[in-house]
C-alpha cells in the first residue's frame, strides 16, 4: 500500500505524510488540553459563585444579627431611661415633700439677707446646720431637689449602661 500511495503521491514524499500526521497527532493533544482546561476553568468559576453566594449569605445573616442586637439594645436602653424617669420622678416627689416641709424663715433672717439673695443668716432650726447656714427661696430649693433627682436617676441609669454594655461585650456573650 505504500507504494501505490507513492505512485498517486509523488511530490509529497514520506516526509511530507510524516509531518501530516504529526500536525493531526499534535491538533488533537491540543484539543484534548483545550477541553480540559475549558472544563477546569467552568468548574472554578461554578466554585467562585458558590463561594460568591456564601459570601453574601454569611453577610446577610451578620447583618440581621447585627439589626437584632441593635434592637434589643435600643430596647433595652429605652426601657433603662423610662425606668430613670419613674425613679427620677419618685425621689422628685420625696424631695419635693422634705422641701415643702420645711418652716418658712424669721423675718429677722430675711432682713439680715439682700432681698431674692441667700446668705448666712441666723436662721435655727432642725433642717439647718448652725452658722453655716445660708437661705434659700423656696422655688430655688425645688429646683435643686428637681435636678438632684434626675442626676441621680442619669447616675444609676449610666451605671445600669456600662454594666449592660460590659456583659454584651464579654466572651461569654459570643458564645
Not at 430649693?141 to 441621680?152: D, G, T, V, Y
Amino acid at each position: 500500500m505504500p507504494a501505490l500511495l507513492l505512485r498517486f503521491v509523488p511530490h509529497l514524499g514520506l516526509a511530507a505524510l510524516v509531518a501530516l500526521a504529526g500536525v493531526t497527532v499534535a491538533l488533537k493533544v491540543q484539543t484534548t488540553r483545550l477541553h480540559k482546561a475549558q472544563t477546569s476553568l467552568a468548574a472554578e468559576a461554578s466554585a467562585h459563585a458558590a463561594d460568591i453566594a456564601h459570601f453574601k449569605a454569611a453577610q446577610h445573616r451578620a447583618d440581621a444579627d447585627w439589626r437584632a442586637q441593635v434592637e434589643r439594645m435600643t430596647a433595652d436602653f429605652r426601657r433603662q431611661k423610662d425606668d430613670a424617669d419613674r425613679q427620677a420622678d419618685a425621689t422628685l416627689a420625696v424631695y419635693r415633700d422634705r422641701v415643702l416641709r420645711l418652716p418658712a424663715a424669721s423675718d429677722t433672717a430675711r432682713a439680715t439677707t439682700p432681698a431674692g439673695l441667700p446668705g448666712a443668716g441666723t436662721a435655727e432650726g432642725a433642717y439647718r446646720s448652725g452658722d453655716a447656714s445660708i437661705l434659700l427661696a423656696r422655688a430655688d430649693a425645688l429646683i435643686c431637689a428637681k435636678n438632684s433627682a434626675r442626676l441621680m436617676a442619669a447616675h444609676e441609669w449610666a451605671i445600669a449602661t456600662a454594666a449592660g454594655l460590659s456583659s454584651s461585650v464579654s466572651p461569654e456573650g459570643d458564645r
